[in-house]
């Protein structure tokens, strides 16, 4: 139990992917809400795509936190998130439809940016004009999301609040639309957008919202000054983050652990443990730099090994993921810009059966030798991994739930992850369920 100046009692913890999304964080997310009484998304929207199974049946989660999936904890989307209104009322009825009670526990927060269809013209347009241009797609999930975070920073966004202002709606909408059909029209070269749709689609949607649109950051100071624990879930990861990722191959928010204060409006002096979460090996979906990329193709090569036994495909767009070897220089980068308390390593059972395993642990670049990531998408391109060689394992990992458990290849492998990164390894997720799992130090006691 924490004690802070602002005099709250919770122990916060803070989720964040290391790599560029995809690494198991809804698993893990859902695993630590036996300890939580609420959870909070802080940043992205529904690019986001959180798999869960929980007693072998599969749930995919895009916009509402993973919370959802346990009986009374409340839910909330913090201000740092943008809302699409059509697909997150879409989203409720796909889970009321399986009997979970939504609408009494997810809260939104009034100040979120709205995605409207015009932010999903404008994601579509700019990716075409992209790749005619010759400059190559960013490989957007073409969910709007860069435009409506534009429009945020640009002090223009229609936000939550504004459904509840009919008239007000309208006025800001008809400057924002103008403002985006000029360029649909003109450079994007796409088809301008009426207005009364879009008006009348999002009126609809109001009243439904209304009830639940809140002061999130109020009601988690509430929750904490009562002695509730809170879990911050991030998404996408964190070499996707607006500034420290892979620029300009990222998303429009920033992921990492520091924007869980500011994206849900708590103190920074509330995020007490900050969990890092890695798979085995790394994946990225859309284009840019990946130094520890392999081929995929060919049947019987490790990258084809870990697309098809890890099935690696977006769960929202489904388009396959690009695989390679654990990158721990980049892992690295994940490590200092997010202030990494302990690491989860997810998917490990993946590895079992290769002969051999590598973890890239730093580049050659311009004749030097680098141990962390590079800044500038172009110079990671040049960057040449180099590689530590370990042996493998043919036990299978699947669903082990202790650390002896694990063969000794397999242990010695993240022990020198561990070693290499600096910060402790306190869970290895072995399998998708939730009993499938190692724990070394729990987050909420640690
Ligand atoms: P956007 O977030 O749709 O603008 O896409 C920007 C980049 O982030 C693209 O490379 C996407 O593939 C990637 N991205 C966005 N969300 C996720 C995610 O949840 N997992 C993995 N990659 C993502």
């Known amino acids: 139990m924490q004690q802070t100046h602002s005099g709250a009692r919770g122990h916060n913890v803070v989720v964040v992917g290391t790599q560029w999304g ?79 009670d939504v609408r009494s526990r997810l809260r939104i927060s009034e ?42 920073v640009a002090r223009r966004a229609l936000r939550v609040q504004d459904l509840k202002h009919p ?34 689609a999002a009126m609809a949607l109001a009243e439904q919202l209304r009830p639940m649109m809140a002061d999130v950051g109020y009601e988690l100071y ?51 443990y900050v969990l890092g979460i890695t798979k085995a090996y790394t994946t990225r979906v859309g284009s840019g730099p990946f130094p520890s990329e392999l081929p995929m193709d060919e049947p019987g090569s490790v990258g084809h090994h870990l697309s098809t036994v890890g099935q690696e495909r977006g769960t929202v767009t489904g388009r396959p993921r690009r695989c390679g070897w654990l990158d721990a220089a980049a892992l690295k980068r994940a490590t200092v810009i997010n202030g990494v308390s302990g690491l989860c390593i997810t998917k490990l059972d993946v590895l079992d059966g290769l002969p051999e395993i590598q973890v890239c642990v730093g580049y050659e670049l ?16 040049a960057c ?6 370990f042996p493998g394992w043919s036990e299978s990992t699947f669903g082990a739930t202790r650390w002896d458990d694990l063969p ?14 600096g910060a402790p390894i306190d869970m290895v997720s072995t399998g ?12 909420y006691q640690a």
């Open 22 to 100: 995809d690494e198991g964080k809804g698993k893990v997310v859902d695993w630590l809400t036996d300890h939580a009484q609420a959870v909070v998304r802080f940043q992205g929207g529904h690019n986001a795509g959180h798999t869960l199974v929980i007693k072998g049946v599969k749930t995919a989660l895009q916009l509402i936190p993973s919370g959802i999936m346990r009986d009374g904890v409340a839910c909330f989307i913090g201000n740092g998130v943008v809302v699409d209104p059509t697909h997150v009322l879409a989203e409720i009825t796909r889970l009321e439809g399986i009997g979970l």
């Open 167 to 200: 008239e007000r709606f309208a006025r800001k909408l008809r400057e924002l639309l103008d403002l985006h059909n000029v360029a649909l029209g003109g450079y994007l070269r796409a088809k301008p957008l009426d207005y009364q749709p879009i008006y009348d």
């Open 111 to 152: 100040s979120c940016p709205l995605i409207l269809p015009f932010h999903v013209a404008v994601d579509h347009a700019r990716e075409a004009l992209r790749e005619t241009s010759g400059a190559g797609k960013i490989g957007t999930t073409g969910k709007g999301i860069g435009p409506a975070y534009e429009d945020k």
């Open 222 to 272: 509430k929750i904490n000054r009562a002695g509730g624990n809170i879990l911050f879930e991030g998404a996408q990861g964190s070499l996707l983050d607006i500034d420290h990722g892979t620029y300009p191959y990222v998303t429009s928010s920033n992921c990492v652990a520091g924007n869980a204060a500011a994206g849900s409006g708590v103190g920074p002096d509330q995020l007490h």
């Open 432 to 443: 998708p369920d939730r009993e499938h799992t190692i724990l070394l130090r729990h987050p």
């Open 384 to 389: 040449r991994p180099v590689y530590d060689s």
């Open 408 to 421: 000794l290849n397999a242990r010695r492998y993240l022990e020198r992850v561990q070693q290499f990164i």
């Open 366 to 381: 311009d004749g030097r030798r680098v141990d962390i990531l590079p800044l500038d998408a172009d110079e990671i391109l």
